[in-house]
């Protein structure tokens, strides 16, 4: 079996091109946070929707994974309804 060393971003490694793995890989990791927020907070589907300002059935698409339904604007704006802050950290690629 012939192994391949990762890039670092599993969408690209997946073949989407640069700019839209970043993209993805954002949005991802923001998920990410509000799911863990959800999980930590004990939070049902109902009350993680009035938190982050959205309906019960985006909170069931945000815990179902559907990454293509949200926009990186959209997950900040939820994470910010939630009490939560968000940085940005750009840096220069390896490539």
């Given at each position: ?47 993680a ?5 959205v ?41």
């Amino acid at each position: 079996m012939k192994q391949e060393r990762s890039s670092g971003n599993v969408f690209r490694d997946l073949g989407f091109a640069p700019e839209e793995a970043a993209n993805l890989r954002v949005r991802s990791m923001l998920m990410i946070e509000l799911k863990k927020h959800i999980h930590a907070e004990k939070l049902t589907q109902k009350k993680a929707a009035q938190l982050f300002g959205v309906t019960q059935p985006r909170i069931s698409d945000l815990t179902r994974g559907k990454i293509g339904l949200f926009s990186v604007d959209t997950l900040i704006s939820m994470l910010t309804h939630a009490g939560l802050k968000v940085d940005v950290k750009v840096r220069r690629s390896a490539a």
